[in-house]
């Protein structure tokens, strides 16, 4: 599994953007990168998932350059609400049925946003 | 939108107790995942099934746990003699897997249970 290296902890203001940096210098050719969003005492929830270069829904994008070392996760305009931890993950994503993968989480990076 | 359902939110169990954590997965969604995390710690990965068997688990997931889908909608996880140390968040995750190239892995958590081992 590829090692992940995110910030212990940012701190941003309502209405900014906030840049989240993974590294994940051994990442592998099969690897996807996915973000995960955690709120005290509730399940982590998917936000996005990407290969390469750029991939945006509707709540934040995701920034991969060509080597795929690092990825950046991309939040618009934050509010109070999106003050979570936010995990990196980088794995193998099966391209059949029947061998699904653990996810494994690193520590996270706790963003609060102040107002 | 779709969730995963556990209950109870909340189980008080003395040390020795046998307890079973439910979870009701998505409808549709083929592989199902139990998870802890002890306070202030992070997510661990215990089990994997699919198929009514399992797919892969820790070293976390002892003789003491096990898994069970009883019916068509119910996955649940027993502990048989609860220690303190199993004292944790515990989250069921369930995601999908119906054969379409590039099953992207993507897990649905939800809220969680929190077992109190006294």
């Known amino acids: 599994l590829a090692k992940t290296t995110q910030p212990i902890s940012m701190d941003s203001y309502e209405g900014q953007e906030v840049n989240i940096t993974c590294s994940h210098n051994?990442?592998?050719?099969?690897?996807?990168i996915t973000w995960y969003q955690q709120f005290p005492s509730q399940g982590p929830r998917f936000i996005i998932q990407g290969y390469k270069t750029k991939v945006t829904n509707e709540v934040a994008s995701l920034f991969i350059p060509a080597d795929r070392k690092s990825s950046t996760l991309s939040l618009p305009r934050v509010s109070l609400s999106d003050t979570a931890v936010y995990y990196c993950l980088v794995g193998f994503i099966p391209i059949s049925s029947g061998s699904a993968r653990q996810l494994t989480f690193g520590s996270g990076t706790q963003l609060t946003v102040l107002p | 939108e779709p969730e995963v359902t556990q209950t109870p939110s909340h189980q008080v169990t003395q040390m020795g107790q046998e307890v079973i954590l439910r979870c009701v997965p998505i409808s549709n969604h083929l592989y199902f995942y139990w998870y802890r995390q002890i306070l202030g710690q992070k997510v661990e990965f215990l089990v994997s099934f699919y198929n009514n068997e399992i797919s892969e688990k820790s070293e976390i997931f002892d003789d003491q746990f096990s898994v069970e889908r009883p019916d068509g909608s119910n996955f649940t996880l027993k502990i048989r003699s609860t220690k303190l140390e199993d004292s944790a968040m515990y989250f069921c995750?369930?995601?999908?897997?119906?054969?379409?190239?590039?099953?992207?892995?993507?897990?649905?958590f939800g809220a969680g249970t929190r077992l109190s081992v006294l």
């Open positions: 051994n990442i592998a050719t099969n690897d996807y």
């Open positions: 995750a369930s995601s999908t897997g119906t054969g379409a190239p590039r099953v992207k892995n993507i897990q649905y």
